[in-house]
Nanobody, 123 residues
Framework: QVQLVESGGGLVQAGGSLRLSCAAS????????MGWFRQAPGKERELVAA????????YYADSEKARFTISRDNAKNTVFLQMNSLKPEDTAVYYC????????????????WGQGTQVTVSS
């Protein structure tokens, strides 16, 4: 089993930044791929960014490529999502997810999920 705990969400003004963290525990060697999904009210869950074990392979949704950066610290079993130039449309619950390679955009490709952290961007 793997446990994922997100932190770092909150309320920020448009144009601001937030850094989300996801701490993994348990059988972390079984989860080389880590991703950040988000779900806004009334919308489907979408993959924002994902990263493989080495960090050499990453995925970003097109609208986030220039503003978000995903990274990981394997020694601390933690993955980060640095979000800059935040927009009101980034408001959502952000979920950390973990799974096996390859990186896929569907949530069904991830085996473990965190409880989510709320990000609210005010205009």
């Amino acid at each position: 089993q793997v446990q994922l705990v997100e932190s770092g969400g909150g309320l920020v003004q448009a144009g601001g930044s937030l850094r989300l963290s996801c701490a993994a525990s348990g059988r972390t060697f079984s989860i080389p791929v880590m991703g950040w999904f988000r779900q806004a009210p009334g919308k489907e869950r979408e993959l924002v960014a994902a990263i493989n074990w080495s960090g050499g392979s990453t995925y970003y949704a097109d609208s986030e490529k220039a503003r978000f950066t995903i990274s990981r610290d394997n020694a601390k079993n933690t993955v980060f999502l640095q979000m800059n130039s935040l927009k009101p449309e980034d408001t959502a619950v952000y979920y950390c997810a973990a799974g096996r390679p390859p990186i896929v955009t569907s949530g069904s490709g991830y085996d473990y999920w965190g409880q989510g952290t709320q990000v609210t961007v005010s205009s």
